[in-house]
């Protein structure tokens, strides 16, 4: 049952993926299509995330209260039809409209989707778990880098290559939510609600299918199930005293989580977009130049490069193999380590990926270190939020990862905007900042409890 669980989650966080991260290309096939500037890519993006971040609160919300399982299931398939019917807009405007509604939708998985796995895993095998479903992260970049370089070459008209690479975006989204619609609610979320009842039947479903048809929990001496910190006091309060709880009791760890999830997630998921462009400059000059002296007082316009191949993805799938390639090195570095150590060692990589983008003027070098900035802090949120899900009891966990996942994305907006108004400007203060960050962010999780403090609060 896990094994399947797994599969489904690792397909729909692939889906996930292509949404957040592969937009961006398909973005790079519409250009011509749809008239893009780096204005009308600059709403795309901030309106999309700001769909984000304004409902990722009230689907933690939701899933606390009906289920991580049912949220995942129906908000996804909002976000699959919505993002089937951008593929279909005739101009910019509806296509904003409907990629701005899909990322309403999405928020509730960022939400839900950890939570959910986490809560059928062992706690000692969380990290492990949770990182092996961020393999989706790199396979996603490979996934859509591969099939753009042969759909966005097409000469196809009416229809453009990129709607046909957006439409194919989807189908990992709708493999992994099929298997979900089979698959049962988390045992965790009853007993948090008080439904002993139901959650033997999961767990009953769940021996079956692990041990075989004739077993039984009470063949396994079996008759009740509880949790750690388990109250029904909420019940009697209503979902404020729930809220109130969490921001009074865990006001220090959700300060720390906070500016962690809005450094990381800024730096994780907006430069990305610039540094798509920053390589097309760098990469048409002949002169070794370093990136600051590339674009002091440079604003790049539109692209008219209409048709994308293979050569212009390059970077994309070297992107993808070094994510997976940084995903895979974690879940060798968890048997040996735990996961502050893990965490510290990659801001600390970032952070001098930081200093390389001072002084390298060589382009491959450049997009080294530009991947070594980003794709550090891309894993190091995934393991940041396996800790938050220990320290916080059931009940809370959506609200938590909800209001973290808020704090994330409003830092991908900022950043955005940040890296946009100071890269052509005081281009040396834009990298630089980034340093200063990444040393408050290894402050706070430094500060955060002990491995061992943690699995004593939770299981």
């Not at 780096?38 to 304004?54: H, P, T």
């Not at 108004?421 to 290894?442: D, E, M």
Request: charged fraction near 15%.
């Amino acid at each position: 049952m896990q094994y399947l669980m797994l599969f489904a989650c690792l397909f729909v966080q692939l889906w996930l993926t292509n949404e957040q991260l592969g937009i961006a290309v398909v973005i790079a096939g519409a250009n011509c299509e749809l008239k893009l500037n780096n204005e009308r890519i600059s709403w795309l993006m901030a309106a999309n995330f700001a769909a984000q971040m304004l409902t990722c609160f009230m689907w933690g919300e939701l899933a606390d209260r009906f289920g991580r399982r049912r949220i995942i299931v129906c908000a996804g398939l909002s976000a699959n039809l919505l993002s089937i019917l951008s593929a279909c807009m005739p101009e910019y405007w509806s296509f904003l409209v409907a990629r701005t509604l899909a990322g309403f939708f999405i928020s509730a998985l960022v939400v839900s989707l950890m939570t959910y796995l986490s809560e059928f895993t062992k706690v000692s095998l969380r990290p492990r778990v949770l990182n092996f479903m961020s393999y989706a992260f790199g396979l996603s970049i490979i996934y859509v880098a591969t099939l753009a370089g042969v759909l966005l070459n097409l000469e196809s008209d009416p229809v453009q290559g990129w709607r046909i690479l957006l439409l194919c975006n989807q189908l990992p989204g709708l493999l992994g939510l099929g298997i979900l619609l089979w698959l049962p609610e988390s045992p965790k979320y009853f007993l948090s609600i008080g439904d002993e009842e139901r959650a033997l039947r999961v767990m009953e479903r769940v021996c079956r299918m692990n041990k075989g048809k004739d077993a039984t929990l009470e063949s396994f001496g079996v008759g009740s199930l509880t949790q750690p910190r388990l109250t029904r006091a909420s019940m009697a309060f209503g979902r404020c005293y729930e809220t109130r709880t969490l921001l009074v009791q865990y006001t220090k760890f959700m300060c720390i989580f906070s500016v962690i999830f809005f450094s990381l997630c800024g730096i994780a998921f907006a430069v990305p977009i610039w540094m798509v462009r920053i390589r097309v400059l760098t990469s048409e000059c002949e002169d070794r130049l370093t990136v600051c002296e590339h674009l002091e007082g440079h604003s790049p316009k539109q692209s008219h490069k209409c048709r994308l191949g293979y050569e212009e993805m390059k970077d994309q799938l070297i992107h993808g193999f070094v994510v997976l390639g940084i995903f895979v090195v974690t879940s060798l570095l968890l048997i040996c380590t735990n996961r502050k150590v893990v965490i510290l060692l990659y801001i600390g990589v970032a952070a001098s990926g930081c200093v390389l983008l001072n002084v390298v003027t060589r382009p491959y070098v450049i997009l080294a270190s530009f991947l070594i900035v980003v794709d550090p802090p891309l894993c190091s949120i995934r393991l940041v939020s396996t800790i938050l899900i220990d320290l916080v009891p059931t009940r809370l966990r959506g609200k938590a990862l909800a209001l973290s996942s808020m704090f994330g994305r409003c830092g991908v907006l900022v950043t955005s905007l940040y890296v946009g108004y100071t890269l052509s400007n005081v281009c040396l203060l834009t990298f630089n900042l980034f340093i200063l960050l990444f040393l408050a962010c290894g402050v706070l999780v430094y500060l955060l409890p002990s491995e061992i403090k943690m699995r004593s609060l939770t299981l």
